[in-house]
Each structure stands twice: as structure tokens, then as C-alpha cells.
Nanobody
Framework: QVRLVESGGDLVQPGGSLKLSCRAS????????MRWYRQAPGKEREFVAR???????QYAESVKGRFTSSRDGAKNTVYLQMYTLEPEDTAVYYC?????????WGQGTQVTVWGQGTQVTVSS
């Protein structure tokens, strides 16, 4: 049974950066693809990025140019580097891997991008 463990989720301000990790219990080059998905509250899980065993990457339009997928075979780990984060990036991020008909999901890691807020003053 393959296990995937994500980490790196955090609370960050808009414009900030985070790097997520997904460590696999076996050699990541065994997998056809490794992908990142995310699910925001009240929304469907959506595709974010993927990397094939050959190293080809693909990104959702909403993150293209801001997110980068990479890997370290020696650590059996794939990464998702996220730049210029926006409140709309707030979600639980999941790692996914497949080998032929076998699929595996991680437990997810929470990324929360807080708005900077705006002052509201009420005076009589």
C-alpha cells in the first residue's frame, strides 16, 4: 500500500509564498504521474499540477506562472512551490499518485491565504 504524506501548508498573506511537500513511501519513479489537487470549502476538488515520470509538468490555468512542481528522487518527494498567493488559493492541497490502475491520495495539507483586511469606521 503506497502512502503519501503532504506537509508545508500554513497561513500566509496575499502575495506570499509556500512550498508544499509530498513524501511517498516508495520510489516516486514507480508512478506514472504525481499530481496536486486542491479543494476549497464548498467547492469540488480541482486539479492544480502534475508531473509525469519523465518530468513533464502541467498546470491549471489559475496557477500557471505562479506555481512550480519539482521532485527529489533521493527523498521520494515531490514539491509544489507556490508564489504570489491569492485568497482564492485557500484550500486543502492533496497529493495524488497513480501506477497503472493503482491510485493513492494523501491526507491533505491546509493552505490559508488571509486577506489583509480593510478598516471600517462607523461614526455618528
Amino acid at each position: 500500500q503506497v502512502r503519501l504524506v503532504e506537509s508545508g501548508g500554513d497561513l500566509v498573506q496575499p502575495g506570499g509564498s509556500l512550498k508544499l511537500s509530498c513524501r511517498a513511501s516508495e520510489n516516486i519513479f514507480n508512478f506514472n504521474t504525481m499530481r496536486w489537487y486542491r479543494q476549497a470549502p464548498g467547492k469540488e476538488r480541482e486539479f492544480v499540477a502534475r508531473m509525469t515520470v519523465g518530468g513533464t509538468t502541467q498546470y491549471a490555468e489559475s496557477v500557471k506562472g505562479r506555481f512550480t512542481s519539482s521532485r527529489d528522487g533521493a527523498k521520494n518527494t515531490v514539491y509544489l512551490q507556490m508564489y504570489t498567493l491569492e485568497p482564492e488559493d485557500t484550500a486543502v492541497y492533496y497529493c495524488y499518485a497513480n501506477i497503472l490502475s493503482r491510485e493513492c491520495w494523501g491526507q491533505g495539507t491546509q493552505v490559508t491565504v488571509w486577506g489583509q483586511g480593510t478598516q471600517v469606521t462607523v461614526s455618528s
